[in-house]
């Protein structure tokens, strides 16, 4: 478990410390269901592109915190939704993928 979150979501909360966005890493997968914003792709669909790999016996299983405080005593939410953040996020790096020209 990992806690996903929406760039600007993540520094606004970094500001007022927490987070609330926590997601299995396989729940990322949805990023592969983004395939109509790169309908160019040679790996189309991207969901086949996944690879399970084996943990260590060093990987941490958790990396997600408890964000009640923030919510409860600062009154902070993120304002995007995962799914939201995550297609703000591709359209971001496929804007600038060439050095940071944005087409």
């Known amino acids: 478990m990992r806690d996903w979150l929406h760039v600007e979501d993540h520094a606004e909360a970094?500001?007022?410390?927490?987070?609330?966005?926590?997601?299995?890493?396989?729940?990322v997968r949805a990023i592969c269901t983004l395939d109509e914003m790169v309908?160019?792709?040679p790996h189309r669909p991207h969901e086949r592109l996944i690879e399970f790999v084996i943990d260590?016996?060093?990987h941490d299983a958790r990396y997600a915190i408890d964000a009640a405080k923030i919510r409860t005593e600062l009154g902070?939410?993120?304002?995007?939704?995962?799914?939201d953040g995550l297609?703000?996020?591709v359209r971001w790096y496929l804007?600038?993928?060439d050095g940071g020209n944005a087409s």
């Not at 902070?76 to 799914?83: A, D, K, Q």
């Open 95 to 97: 804007d600038h993928k």
């Open 56 to 58: 260590g016996p060093d």
């Open 39 to 41: 309908p160019e792709s």
């Open 14 to 27: 970094l500001t007022l410390v927490g987070g609330d966005s926590e997601r299995k890493n396989i729940d």
């Open 76 to 83: 902070w939410r993120p304002r995007h939704s995962f799914e």
């Open 87 to 89: 297609r703000q996020t």
